[in-house]
């Protein structure tokens, strides 16, 4: 073979491709959400001490290094777990009050109580995991949840509107969203799984608390 032959085959494009970095074939969006559903089954699972990176990795068949790339550690990945119940339970309640008509401030409320019990049973073993390690450095988290202000919101609105009387709408806002979250977990102990009469009885107790007109 002659010397041109053999400087040929070292530039062959097979063997370049060989040598060359191995490309990205997801975007780091969907690598992020396939890294969040494995951490999440295996929470769900497991508990987020026992688990650990290697096992994350794993499941999501990526080197533990690309998690580490997206999450640095087991906290941020519950944390960004948090982030996105709360980002979903809140576009679920407020899509829910959008739903009814503007001036049906009671229909609305009903609507956000409903919303707000079924995210929670529909989703309850991801909140206990990101939620129920409650430290006194996460006060403020919970006293920050958007949540709050959206009800508050409706609950200001519809006290313009004359639909009730409420003097203070945040502090309502935390009685009525607190109230929920611990009736919804009694449910869940008593293995309730349907909302429905659930949030008609809150519903009701709501609106007497806010002097419904």
């Given amino acids: 073979m002659r010397q041109g032959d053999?400087?040929?085959?070292?530039?062959?494009?097979?063997?370049?491709?060989?040598?060359?970095?191995?490309?990205?074939?997801?975007?780091?969006?969907?690598?992020?959400?396939?890294?969040?559903?494995?951490?999440?089954?295996?929470?769900?699972?497991?508990?987020?001490?026992?688990?650990?990176?290697?096992?994350?990795?794993?499941?999501a068949d990526v080197a533990k290094g690309t998690v580490y790339i997206y999450f640095p550690s087991k906290d941020d990945l519950v944390a960004a777990l948090r982030e996105r119940f709360v980002a979903g339970f809140r576009a679920r309640i407020r899509a829910a009050i959008e739903a009814r008509p503007a001036a049906d401030w009671t229909g609305r409320l009903e609507a956000c109580v409903r919303a707000g019990i079924d995210a929670y049973l529909d989703d309850h073993p991801l909140h206990d995991i990101v939620f129920h390690d409650h430290r006194p450095d996460q006060r403020r988290m919970k006293s920050d949840n958007p949540v709050l202000a959206d009800i508050a919101g409706l609950l200001e609105s519809g006290g313009r509107a004359g639909a009730?009387?409420?003097?203070?709408?945040?502090?309502?806002?935390?009685?009525?969203?607190?109230?929920?979250?611990?009736?919804?977990?009694?449910a869940i102990d008593d293995g309730v799984r349907d909302g429905a009469e659930l949030a008609g009885k809150l519903s009701a107790l709501f609106l007497g608390m806010l002097r419904a007109r």
Avoid: C, S, Y
């Fill in 6 to 59: 053999d400087h040929a085959r070292t530039r062959n494009p097979v063997t370049i491709r060989k040598n060359a970095p191995r490309p990205r074939t997801k975007p780091a969006e969907t690598r992020r959400d396939e890294l969040l559903a494995a951490a999440t089954a295996l929470f769900v699972a497991k508990g987020v001490g026992p688990t650990t990176i290697d096992e994350i990795a794993a499941r």
């Fill in 164 to 186: 009730w009387t409420v003097d203070d709408p945040g502090l309502a806002a935390t009685v009525l969203f607190q109230g929920m979250h611990g009736a919804v977990d009694k």
